[in-house]
């Protein structure tokens, strides 16, 4: 076994250093910011979010660095043209630290993802745009795919080993490494070492990989005996729930979206592992599995744009039913493209899916445009619809209904916490930039100033809402157009507790808490008679004496006991705007008899139980 000697080793960290100068600066960068994070978590709002900003802007700068690195080369330019291209990539994406602010717009999460992956496709197919590349580009990004797998384990290997020798030396030694130390360990792995070798193992002669036909026979056998497989589940299952629908009549459930979405990645990955072999004689069922895949797209795109767009047409369009509807396109454009061209250029998918990324992002077509501005349309509605809008001005709702209020403010929560308070500044005569700065200055009940993205936006909300006159409707709610929207809230209740409790009539009482949604055993033994309590499935209490058992549906119960509101007003107690609404109730509104011919048995709540109505 021939090991490599340091020198070896030391010229290719330089000759590494010296292809990708900007990238390994801005992971030097971002680690550092990530590092600082870690030291100043919940200590510093300000700086936090400023660690935040280098640590996004470090993490696009080296993709785009790399991406302008990538074409340079394939281009053939000079040094002196790659210096340039790579400067003014490095500025455009340093430039966006004075634009994301995730701690002030949670949106800009979102930007920073969208951007991320955009970058990640631009190197996807940077070098490779030439139309005769297309077994390069397969082959580029087949390498770049094991090398990423190869540096994430020899990471967690590297990682695993300093760790158990910190936790050794804590443990004989008595060395006071605290947890940070590991979190920090972690960061210097993943954003030096791992990006080091990476980067190290990069392609840089491109043509030849043009003329490189090698397969590896063991990715044929998982796209054809793993991926192919699960996406033949997803659409029997698919096609199987469309039929129902027909048969039916009814509009599909949101969950569909989701699974549509797992043939179409399935798919479209098996064939593009498969790719390179699909002229190969023995192959000739790619080819027929690739158009099968394709027209089965088409059925199963129809019910997802019927799927997305009901909860559209009843709730307005929101960031997440933003990308389900131009995922639905861009599924729409492949499947077309595949099933009508003959070049089948499989560069077309991260291409066409890196423009859409992007548009998505900024601009009046973005996501959070089109959402910001249908939450407001929807927001005024209300206001309109209650006289409280004049001028372009929102004014202070004095009477709605319930549907009303609770929708107004899901959707204010909604805007804010996507955006910032000052979103509602042409509606509003009042400077709220000068709200949002006093109330980020607000202090919690033990004289601390509040310095956490929630707790600053709770204040932002609670401030608009009770601004509106609808502070009574402020108790937890889902988003605007979530699934359990309008069908769920959550309720606690608490028996009224007494230092005695008395038992007339059965042998023995059990204590056991958490019955309602945790997965909990019990095994007793009072004489010769064996207990068993299991709370393994939601919401289900099943109790076994001597092999007879008795089910207790608690989730069906304490429904029961919300159906009469009038019966609740009494007991609640006040909360805060954040918290459901709790009720303390007598022991007897909680308590549930069953018997069978064998035994009584008699459950009391004794802990919150959350119920949906």
């Known amino acids: 076994m021939i090991f490599p000697s340091l020198k070896n080793l030391r010229q290719n960290i330089a000759a590494t250093f010296k292809r990708f100068p900007f990238e390994m600066l801005f992971a030097f960068t971002g680690t550092i910011a990530s590092i600082a994070y870690i030291e100043l978590n919940n200590l510093n709002y300000l700086k936090e979010s400023w660690c935040i900003r280098v640590l996004m802007t470090s993490s696009l700068g080296l993709v785009i660095s790399l991406a302008t690195t990538l074409f340079c080369e394939s281009k053939g330019f000079r040094k002196s043209q790659l210096l340039l291209f790579k400067l003014i990539a490095a500025c455009l994406a340093i430039s966006l630290i004075f634009i994301l602010n995730p701690l002030v717009n949670s949106a800009d999460y979102i930007r920073f993802f969208l951007l991320a992956l955009a970058g990640h496709l631009l190197v996807a197919f940077s070098a490779f745009i030439k139309q005769d590349s297309i077994q390069g580009f397969w082959q580029f990004n087949k390498t770049l795919f094991l090398n990423f797998l190869t540096s994430a384990f020899y990471s967690a290997v590297l990682f695993a080993g300093i760790a158990a020798a910190i936790g050794a030396m804590n443990l004989l030694f008595s060395v006071d490494f605290k947890s940070d130390t590991f979190a920090i360990l972690w960061v210097c792995i993943t954003g030096l070492f791992n990006t080091l070798f990476f980067l190290a193992g990069v392609p840089n002669d491109f043509p030849k990989l043009n003329q490189d036909f090698n397969y590896p026979k063991g990715l044929k056998i998982f796209t054809q ?3 192919i497989p699960l996406a033949t589940l997803y659409v029997v299952i698919l096609l199987a729930y469309e039929i129902k629908i027909l ?14 979405l797992g043939y179409a990645v399935f798919g479209i990955l098996s064939l593009l592992l ?13 080819k027929t599995f690739a158009r099968t895949f394709y027209f089965l797209m088409l059925p199963l795109l129809t019910l997802l744009f019927i799927a997305v767009g009901t909860r559209i047409f009843l709730y307005g369009i929101t960031e997440p039913r ?4 131009l995922l639905a396109f861009w599924l729409l454009f492949i499947t077309i493209y595949f099933l009508v061209s003959k070049k089948q250029n499989i560069k077309v998918i991260p291409i066409s899916l890196c423009l859409v990324t992007i548009l998505s992002v900024y601009g009046p077509q973005s996501a959070f445009s089109v959402s910001r501005y249908a939450q407001k349309t929807i927001l005024i509605d209300i206001f309109k619809r ?3 809008y004049q001028n372009n001005q929102l004014l202070r709702i004095n009477k709605t209904s319930k549907e009303d209020g609770n929708r107004a403010v899901a959707t204010i929560d909604y805007l804010i916490n996507h955006n910032d308070l000052t979103i509602f500044q042409p509606y509003i005569t009042q400077d709220l ?8 200055k607000l202090k919690d009940a033990y004289g601390h100033t509040m310095n956490t993205k929630y707790e600053i936006s709770n204040q932002r909300i609670n401030w608009l809402v009770t601004y509106f006159g609808l502070k009574k409707f402020s108790g937890y709610r889902y988003p605007p157009g979530s699934i359990n929207e309008d069908e769920t809230q959550f309720y606690d209740f608490n028996i009224r507790q007494s230092e005695v409790v008395e038992v007339i009539g059965y042998d023995f009482i059990i204590d056991q808490t ?8 019990g095994h007793y033994v009072v004489g010769k008679t064996l207990i068993e309590t299991n709370t393994g499935e939601e919401g289900i209490l099943q109790i076994t004496l001597d092999h007879e058992t008795i089910l207790f549906n608690l989730k069906e119960l304490m429904s029961n006991v919300f159906k009469d509101e009038s019966r609740l007003k009494p007991y609640i ?9 709790e009720y303390i109730l007598p022991a007897e509104m909680l308590s549930f008899t069953k018997k069978n011919e064998e035994f009584q048995c008699y459950v009391q709540a004794k802990v919150n139980t959350d119920i949906s109505r």
């Open 433 to 440: 930039k000068a709200v949002s700065d006093s109330l980020s």
């Open 322 to 325: 933003y990308f389900l509807i």
């Open 514 to 521: 958490n019955i309602n949604y945790s997965d909990v055993r």
């Open 225 to 227: 005996y793993v991926l």
């Open 386 to 388: 209650n006289h409280a």
């Open 573 to 581: 107690r006040k909360t805060t705007n954040e918290d459901p609404p």
């Open 247 to 260: 048969i039916q009549w009814r509009l599909p459930k949101g969950l569909v979206s989701n699974l549509i």
């Open 274 to 286: 498969i790719f390179p072999i699909r002229e190969q004689a023995e192959n000739k069922w790619i």
